[in-house]
């Protein structure tokens, strides 16, 4: 089966429906797949193939929707790109993927354009809007053809979309996710959570996310059920997409739940009745948010996780059965194992790595073998966060192994924001370490000494980490000191500065 199926299965058996709802406007499912068909026709007209890779590069629309959609149809596996990166960021991803076109909307265009002559592979830049340039294609342009919904000639191991998630090397790695991990992932998540045709998602989570992709795109489509798609989140303005849409499932990260709890006087318990769950990932909900939302709205939250390489959902709590301050179970058919740093599995209720072997793991790493082949040892995948299993086969999160920190449930990886520093003429050392944060859970902190004879000042510094990362991978403080602590191996210590914190 191949991600396409779910538009084709939903087209048969729902094409009345309404498939998504954008600025007040309602496309059925007939709607929907024609112009999925249009735009598909229209991209295989200028050329792109099966197994060429294609970014996207917009806020959450009906087109990135549509392009998504259309790209599985076309073949061509789908390249996220988060609007918060900056040109360098954006760049590597591109170059790594080899991305022969990108889809973007007119803002981001001229950047595109300047990074084109950097990019052999980008053959097109397709704009939605309009456009200026003679080197880029309208978007609008491409729906002239009559719909071409014919299956590509693909095997369900082929890769359906790459999504860059950061990595420890500080250069984020591109994680190869085949048809069949998000078929399976998608279909079990589904089954595990009880939802049906009858579901309308919020889909506010951004689209390049992991957790949005497979929650706000594919359950709905899977199912047959609405998304109400939101371009940004704002909670006035979401918990009235809630009231008036009258959604059931409201899919996002703790950051966001925050923000509702603390817009009280915005969120009012009559206000969000439709709903039949929370649906929280990204990061650890904290037990009193939930205990918070629980007894204020009388909806029940259901806290799952998985990182991007495993589709990315591996665990989530059940309906009939959830435990606080778990991430709940695997799904069915996921197994998951606790090792210790040798490879051997633990006991129950014994701390170690969590390691998963399913169908929902990643093919690998694009272009990285060598990493593929680190984290995929043994046929499990190593996901680099320590937990513990219970004599229930709950999963707990109870620590990153690595230094990760998770901002409003986004992974931030603190090498790659410490080469930014480096490369800032007064920086001597740096050290980039998550503190607690009540609305992200988790902000980023930099350490610095300065080069003897050098000057530069906090705002200086967070004003260049800024021109070269995307806002939440910047830290909010910096705090200067003389030296940091290092220990006999000349490695900066970050736990004695953690713990000065």
């Not at 087109?63 to 149809?73: G, K, Q, R, V």
């Not at 978007?139 to 790459?162: E, G, H, I, W």
């Not at 499990?380 to 998770?406: A, P, Q, S």
Request: neutral net charge; contains cysteine.
């Amino acid at each position: 089966m191949l991600v396409s199926d779910f538009i084709l299965h939903s087209l048969d058996k729902f094409s009345d429906r309404t498939a998504v709802i954008f600025q007040d406007k309602k496309v059925t499912y007939s709607e929907y797949a024609e112009r999925i068909g249009q735009l598909a026709a229209g991209l295989k007209s200028m050329g792109i193939k099966p197994g060429e890779y294609v970014a996207i590069l917009m806020p959450n629309h009906l087109e990135f929707a549509t392009t998504y959609w259309s790209l599985n149809f076309v073949g061509a596996p789908v390249v996220p790109v988060n609007p918060l990166l900056k040109g360098p960021e954006i760049r590597h991803i591109l170059q790594d993927s080899g991305a022969v076109a990108i889809i973007t909307v007119a803002p981001f265009a001229p950047l595109i354009q300047s990074l084109q002559e950097h990019l052999p592979t980008l053959r097109n830049i397709i704009v939605v809007g309009e456009t200026s340039s003679d080197n880029q294609i309208e978007y609008r342009k491409l729906f002239s053809f009559p719909p071409d919904l014919t299956p590509p000639p693909l095997d369900q191991n082929d890769v359906s979309a790459c999504l860059f998630t950061s990595g420890t090397t500080g250069k984020p790695k591109g994680v190869m996710l085949t048809h069949k991990n998000l078929v399976f992932d998608t279909q079990k998540v589904t089954e595990a959570i009880g939802v049906d045709y009858r579901e309308r998602y919020l889909g506010v989570l951004p689209f390049y996310h992991a957790f949005a992709g497979t929650v706000c795109l594919l359950a709905p489509a899977c199912t047959g059920a609405s998304v109400v798609i939101t371009e940004k989140f704002l909670p006035k303005a979401t918990v009235e997409n809630i009231k008036k849409h009258q959604i059931t499932i409201f899919p996002a990260v703790p950051a966001m739940y925050a923000a509702i709890l603390q817009a009280a006087k915005h969120a009012k318990p009559e206000d969000l009745s439709s709903l039949r769950m929370f649906v929280s990932g990204g990061s650890a909900m904290p037990l009193q948010m939930m205990r918070t939302l629980e007894k204020k709205y009388g909806v029940i939250v259901l806290e799952g996780n998985g990182p991007t390489e495993t589709s990315p959902i591996s665990y989530v709590n059940r309906l009939e059965l959830r435990k606080h301050g778990s991430v709940g179970p695997p799904l069915p058919g996921v197994q998951v194992k606790i090792v210790d740093e040798n490879d051997n599995q633990l006991p129950l209720n014994t701390v170690g790595e969590i390691t998963v072997q399913g169908d929902n793991v990643m093919k690998g790493y694009l272009n990285q073998p060598e990493a593929t082949a680190e984290s995929i040892r043994g046929g499990w995948f190593h996901t680099g966060d320590l937990g513990m299993v219970d004599e229930d086969n709950y999963v707990y999160i109870v620590d990153r192994k690595r230094d990760m920190i998770i901002v409003g449930g986004f992974n931030v990886y603190p090498r790659e924001v410490e080469e930014v520093f480096y490369s800032h003429p007064a920086v001597a050392e740096v050290a980039v370490v998550g503190v607690v944060d009540e609305m992200r859970g988790e902000i980023p902190k930099a350490y610095v000494a300065l080069k003897p004879g050098h000057q530069a000042t906090s705002k200086e510094l967070l004003k260049f980490c800024r021109e070269n990362l995307a806002n939440y991978k910047c830290p909010r403080r910096v705090e200067f000191r003389p030296e940091l602590p290092q220990g006999a191996n000349g490695k900066i210590l970050k736990r004695v500065l953690k713990e000065g914190f």
